[in-house]
């Protein structure tokens, strides 16, 4: 069955540096989506990603961070100069056509900020 | 401002015993309502999905209802197991494009022996 994976399952960076998280979603979805969930909280909303273009953005995805599709099978978050409170565990996602189509969760990528 | 809340924060049921969970959101514009299994460090698996005219949608085990009027949903487990311990998700679907999913914090429900 086909599957949403990401790499790595764990990063750890210090405060400052770059992190680039990478999502390989579903061969035939088009749309593509992060969210963050920091540890004992809800999931919460980034963006969503289609055509090549930001389709939605939440208030948390600021300049800090941005999305894109390198290739034809990769889908990366990258966050500029990470915080302490950038520590969570990322995931990403991916549904086909349609808006209500129902999304499909990798594993997720756990960041840790030090 | 979107918000999706759910009851009760966590929930221990006998192997065998059904159970319901509950949801209320307050999202504009509404475009559909979803709930997810989320085990312990892994990520969302969907259970259902409903849009604004379904009322009920079932899925082995898993039937959840959804009341557009009053803005609530629930979620009815029958037979539990204790494969079934996990975090239940009520996700409601909002934003022009509506691919932006607002995330309840969840029930946590135990299921023992």
């Known amino acids: 069955e086909p599957e949403v994976t990401q790499t790595p399952s764990h990063q750890v960076t210090q405060m400052g540096q770059e992190v680039i998280l990478r999502c390989v979603p579903i061969?035939?979805?088009?749309?593509f989506y992060w969210y963050r969930q920091i540890l004992g909280q809800k999931v919460e909303f980034l963006v969503s990603?289609?055509?090549?273009?930001?389709s939605e953005k939440s208030e948390i995805f600021d300049d800090q961070f941005s999305v894109e599709r390198p290739d034809g099978s990769n889908f990366t978050l990258k966050i500029r100069s990470t915080k302490l409170e950038d520590s969570a565990m990322y995931f990403c996602?991916?549904?086909?056509w349609g808006i209500g189509n129902e999304q499909f969760f990798g594993p997720g990528t756990r960041l840790t900020v030090l | 401002k979107n918000q999706v809340e759910q009851s009760p924060q966590s929930l221990i049921i006998l192997e065998g015993k059904n159970c319901t969970l509950q949801?209320?959101?307050?999202?504009?514009?509404?475009?559909?309502l979803r709930w997810y299994k989320q085990d312990t460090g892994r990520g969302p698996v969907s259970l259902t999905i409903?849009?604004?005219?379904?009322n009920t949608k079932s899925n082995g085990r898993y039937t959840a209802t959804l009341d557009a009027d009053t803005k609530q949903s629930s979620l009815h487990i029958t037979a539990s197991q204790l494969s079934d311990s996990a975090s239940y998700i009520c996700?409601?679907?909002?934003?022009?494009?509506?691919?932006?999913?607002?995330f309840g914090k969840g029930t946590t429900l135990s299921v023992s022996s």
């Open positions: 996602a991916s549904s086909g």
């Open positions: 949801c209320n959101y307050t999202v504009s514009p509404f475009s559909n």
């Open positions: 409903m849009t604004f005219s379904e």
């Open positions: 996700v409601v679907s909002a934003g022009q494009a509506g691919t932006a999913l607002i």
């Open positions: 061969s035939n979805h088009l749309y």
């Open positions: 990603f289609y055509n090549n273009e930001i």
